[in-house]
DNA sequence: ATTTAAATTTAGACAAAACTAAAAATAATT
DNA sequence: AATTATTTTTAGTTTTGTCTAAATTTAAAT
C-alpha cells in the first residue's frame, strides 16, 4: 500500500499535530524524521499528490481523513508489537522501540487481528500509550504529569512521556514503573524537583524527570 | 547490515544451488527473484564486491562461506516466523509464507533468539524444513520422494517439495498431514499416479503430487 | 519601512534497485 | 567450421528517497 518512509512520515506527522492544532511545520517534521527540511517538502508533496496530507507552500502540513486513519494502523501495530516482545519474549520496555520500528511495517491484516487476540485484546503498551482498536479508535486517559502536582497529592503511574532507553533505564534503576502509587512528599522552590514517596521508597527526583512521567490522580 | 533485496538474493542463491554444484545462472536467479537478467547481473556484482557470493563474468555465481551464513541466518528466522504464525497466531501452513518473508528481514539478535525459546526450539518449520541453530547448523534429514517408493512400501510424511497454497491445500483438504503414515498400494504404469493408504484414507494422487511430498521410510 | 534572519522551497545531483534495448560471449546446430 | 540460438553483460533510463547549494518566502529586528 504505502512505502516504508510514507508510513514513517505520516506516524511524524501524527505525533507532531497532537501538540498544536497549527500544521507541522517543515523544520519540525525534519527534526523528527532526522533528515534535511528539502527532503520533507518532497516527501509532502508525494503524500498531498495521495491525499494522505493537506499541504500548502509554507503553511505546514495537516494530515487527512486517510491518512490519520492510515498513521493509527501503524502505532496500534507499533504498540501491540511492543506488548509481544515484553510479554512474550522478556524484552525490556526500554528494549522494545526499535524493533517495534520495523515490525509496525510488516503487512498483514491476519497478522495484528490474530496478535491482538494472542495478547488478549491490551488497552495500552509498556509504556502506558494506549493501543487503537482495529478501527483507530482509542481512549485518552486523563493523565498530568508528575510537575504539575502539587505537595501532598497523589495517584498512579500511568505512563511515560520520554520513552528513551536511558530514561527507562533510569526509572528501573529507581524502581519506578507502570501502575506504582506516586505522592508529591515535598517541592523544592529553587529548581522544582520534587521529593516524591513511591510504595516504599521515597527519593528526590528533578524536573527532567517529574516532567516525563504520567499520574492519573 | 544488508538491504533487504540483498538478502533476499542471497536466499535465493542458496536455495538454488542445493540442486547441483555448479554456480547458479544468472536466468534461474533472474526467474526465482521474479526480475530481469540484467539486474541480477547488477545485483550479483554487488554481492561479489561486498565478498558474500564468488562470481566470474558468464560463470555462474557461488555463495562464499560469509554469504551462506547470512542466508542460513534469514532461513531461520523465516522458519522460525512460520513455526510462530502456526502455533501461536492460528495460520494455517498455506497463509504463512508471505508473511514470514516480511518478517525475516526484521533485524534483531535478540528477537529471534528468544522466539526461538519461546517456540521452544523448534527443529522443523510447519512443511516440514529444518530449521538452522544461531550458528547456521543443521540436520538434513535422509527423506525420500514418494514418487520414489514402489508398491508396498511405508513411511512417515516428513516435508512437502511444493509449498504454494495451491498444493497445501489441495492437501488439507484430502487430509494430507506432516507426521502421518502413507502407504504405498498400487502404481499406476501408464501414468505414474499412485493409490495410497494414509491413515483410515485410501485415496489415488497423481505424479505432480508424489512428487512433491517427502518420506521418511 | 527597511534590513536582517530564519524557514521553506526549488534546482540539480546521487545511490539503490529496477527496467529496456543493444552488444558480446557461450552453447547448440547444421 | 560456420551459422544460429541462447545466455549474459553492458549502456543508458527510471523511480524513490535522499542530499547540497541556491533562491524564495515569511518572520523578526532594527
Ligand atoms: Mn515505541
Ligand atoms: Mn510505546
Ligand atoms: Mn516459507
Ligand atoms: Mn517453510
Same mark, same amino acid.
Given at each position: 500500500?504505502?512505502?516504508?518512509?510514507?508510513?514513517?512520515?505520516?506516524?511524524?506527522?501524527?505525533?507532531?499535530?497532537?501538540?498544536?492544532?497549527?500544521?507541522? &511545520?517543515?523544520?519540525?517534521?525534519?527534526?523528527?524524521?532526522?533528515?534535511?527540511? &528539502?527532503?520533507?517538502?518532497?516527501?509532502?508533496?508525494?503524500? &498531498?499528490?495521495?491525499?494522505?496530507?493537506?499541504?500548502?507552500?509554507?503553511?505546514?502540513?495537516?494530515?487527512?481523513?486517510?491518512?490519520?486513519?492510515?498513521?493509527?494502523?501503524?502505532?496500534?501495530?507499533?504498540?501491540?508489537?511492543?506488548?509481544?516482545?515484553?510479554?512474550?519474549?522478556?524484552?525490556?520496555?526500554?528494549?522494545?522501540?526499535?524493533?517495534?520500528?520495523?515490525?509496525?511495517?510488516?503487512?498483514?491484516?491476519?497478522?495484528?487481528?490474530?496478535?491482538?487476540?494472542?495478547?488478549?485484546?491490551?488497552?495500552?503498551?509498556?509504556?502506558?500509550?494506549?493501543?487503537?482498536?482495529?478501527?483507530?479508535?482509542?481512549?485518552?486517559?486523563?493523565?498530568?504529569?508528575?510537575?504539575?502536582?502539587?505537595?501532598?497529592?497523589?495517584?498512579?503511574?500511568?505512563?511515560?512521556?520520554?520513552?528513551?532507553?536511558?530514561?527507562?533505564?533510569?526509572?528501573?534503576?529507581?524502581?519506578?514503573?507502570?501502575?506504582?502509587?506516586?505522592?508529591?512528599?515535598?517541592?523544592?522552590?529553587?529548581?522544582?524537583?520534587?521529593?516524591?514517596?513511591?510504595?516504599?521508597?521515597?527519593?528526590?527526583? &528533578?524536573?527532567?524527570?517529574?516532567?516525563?512521567?504520567?499520574?492519573?490522580?
Amino acid at each position: 500500500m504505502f512505502s516504508l518512509s510514507e508510513e514513517n512520515y505520516l506516524k511524524a506527522i501524527f505525533h507532531l499535530q497532537k501538540h498544536s492544532t497549527a500544521g507541522v &511545520s517543515t523544520n519540525a517534521l525534519a527534526e523528527e524524521m532526522q533528515t534535511k527540511a &528539502s527532503s520533507v517538502t518532497d516527501m509532502v508533496k508525494k503524500l &498531498s499528490d495521495k491525499k494522505l496530507v493537506v499541504y500548502k507552500k509554507y503553511q505546514g502540513v495537516y494530515l487527512s481523513e486517510s491518512g490519520r486513519k492510515t498513521a493509527l494502523k501503524i502505532i496500534r501495530k507499533h504498540r501491540l508489537w511492543e506488548v509481544f516482545l515484553v510479554e512474550k519474549l522478556n524484552f525490556s520496555w526500554d528494549e522494545v522501540h526499535d524493533v517495534a520500528e520495523e515490525l509496525e511495517h510488516i503487512k498483514s491484516e491476519k497478522l495484528i487481528s490474530e496478535l491482538d487476540k494472542f495478547l488478549d485484546y491490551p488497552k495500552r503498551d509498556p509504556h502506558g500509550d494506549p493501543i487503537p482498536d482495529a478501527q483507530g479508535d482509542f481512549q485518552v486517559a486523563n493523565k498530568t504529569l508528575l510537575s504539575d502536582l502539587s505537595t501532598g497529592e497523589k495517584g498512579t503511574l500511568v505512563g511515560v512521556k520520554d520513552t528513551s532507553s536511558e530514561f527507562l533505564k533510569y526509572l528501573d534503576k529507581n524502581k519506578i514503573a507502570l501502575g506504582k502509587t506516586i505522592e508529591v512528599m515535598d517541592q523544592e522552590k529553587f529548581d522544582g524537583s520534587m521529593l516524591i514517596q513511591i510504595e516504599k521508597n521515597r527519593l528526590r527526583v &528533578s524536573t527532567q524527570v517529574t516532567a516525563n512521567i504520567y499520574i492519573k490522580i
